[in-house]
Each structure stands twice: as structure tokens, then as C-alpha cells.
T-cell receptor
Framework: NAGVMQNPRHLVRRRGQEARLRCSPM?????VYWYRQLPEEGLKFMVY????????ESGMPKERFSAEFPKEGPSILRIQQVVRGDSAAYFC???????????FGPGTRLTVL | GEDVEQSLFLSVREGDSSVINCTYT??????LYWYKQEPGAGLQLLTY?????DMKQDQRLTVLLNKKDKHLSLRIADTQTGDSAIYFC???????????FGKGTTLSVSS
């Protein structure tokens, strides 16, 4: 049973470009969470999705950030018009029906030049 | 909002026990977690404890929960160099939708 998959593992963008981060949850998991880790910091919750629904987006910046988890395919975290402050590691986690166990992917490290 | 605090560094000798401490603010947190992160890697779930328990043991790991003081600890027995990593404490938020993480404790094990 493969774990949570994220790609790309490393992404470099110039200021103003778009970044698209992908997450495939563990098999059988229908709940996906995105977290952001800034250097020397813990993880900060961004958004919680189930298939085709956003359940909690209280941690998402109001502008430029969006997330989706379509019926088919991976969850996507999209950052438009990236700025240097978006440079961070973005982690995806998934869980089965019970929210209490969240399993994390290896992360995507975004660098904005 | 909820906050989770941990000490930033711990240094131990190989073979000793390590104790990593954590405090949290929201007494309604139903689950509390310990994750391990090695350099450049994702987070590995080590163990978690339900709030109606005060202790959980899993091989070399022992979790103690003092709900009255909102204090959680992780004890690693017979610490090995491979245990060197960052350890994150996390609490399930009140809505039950997300984990609130501490900033992590860097454990350094010397031989």
C-alpha cells in the first residue's frame, strides 16, 4: 500500500508565476489536508478537503491560494502570482474516515526566486 | 486560537532515555500526537493518545498525558543515533478538522 504521494518534490518558480502542487492520498483515504512549513517553524494547517468538497479552509490565505480535490485524480494546491514569502515546504496528509490519524506525504519544497 | 509549545532542543547520549515535553492550551483536544521528521523528509506518525488515557506505551516509546496541566511528554528509551530528528507535538483542533503543531524539538543523540 503506497503512502501519500506528492509531486513535484521540488519546485522553483519566479515571482509572479503559478505553482501547482499535487497530492495523491493513500489508497482508501478520502480526506486530504494541506499544511505549510516555513523554515525553522512547525506545520501550519491550510485546508481540509473531502472529495469535491472543501470542509475547512480557515488556514488558507484569502488571496492567490486555492485547493481542490476532484472526484477523479489528485488533490491540487494552486498558488497564483507567487511571491518570495510563499517559499516553504508544503505537506499533504490523508486520513481514512476517522480524522484522528493523518498520514503525511514527503512534501513539496517550493522556492520562489 | 489553540497553541502548542515545546522546547526547541534536547541533547542526549546514546543509550540514555530522552524525554520531550509539550504543553497545549485547548483542553477540548481529543487526540494528541507525536510525529518525527528527519532532514528533508515528511512527517512520520510515531504515536497518538486519546484524551481519556494518561499513558500509552509502544516498544521504546512511552507517552504520558496530564490533562489537568495540559502537558504531554514522549519518552524514548535506550535512545539510538537513528533517533536524531525533529519531534513534533500536535493537538487535534476543537473542530476536529486539523492538527495544531508545535515548532518541534530537535533531538541530538551523541555516541
Amino acid at each position: 500500500n503506497a503512502g501519500v504521494m506528492q509531486n513535484p518534490r521540488h519546485l522553483v518558480r519566479r515571482r509572479g508565476q503559478e505553482a501547482r502542487l499535487r497530492c495523491s492520498p493513500m489508497k482508501g483515504h478520502s480526506h486530504v489536508y494541506w499544511y505549510r512549513q516555513l523554515p525553522e517553524e512547525g506545520l501550519k494547517f491550510m485546508v481540509y478537503l473531502q472529495k469535491e468538497n472543501i470542509i475547512d479552509e480557515s488556514g488558507m490565505p484569502k488571496e492567490r491560494f486555492s485547493a481542490e480535490f476532484p472526484k477523479e485524480g489528485p488533490s491540487i494546491l494552486r498558488i497564483q502570482q507567487v511571491v518570495r514569502g510563499d517559499s516553504a515546504a508544503y505537506f499533504c496528509a490523508s486520513s481514512p474516515e476517522a480524522v484522528n490519524e493523518q498520514f503525511f506525504g514527503p512534501g513539496t519544497r517550493l522556492t520562489v526566486l | 486560537g489553540e497553541d502548542v509549545e515545546q522546547s526547541l532542543f534536547l541533547s542526549v547520549r546514546e543509550g540514555d532515555s530522552s524525554v520531550i515535553n509539550c504543553t497545549y492550551t485547548d483542553s477540548s483536544s481529543t487526540y494528541l500526537y507525536w510525529y518525527k521528521q528527519e532532514p528533508g523528509a515528511g512527517l512520520q506518525l510515531l504515536t497518538y493518545i486519546f484524551s481519556n488515557m494518561d499513558m500509552k506505551q509502544d516498544q521504546r516509546l512511552t507517552v504520558l498525558l496530564n490533562k489537568k496541566d495540559k502537558h504531554l511528554s514522549l519518552r524514548i528509551a535506550d535512545t539510538q543515533t537513528g533517533d536524531s530528528a525533529i519531534y513534533f507535538c500536535a493537538a487535534l483542533n476543537q473542530a476536529g478538522t486539523a492538527l495544531i503543531f508545535g515548532k518541534g524539538t530537535t533531538l541530538s543523540v551523541s555516541s
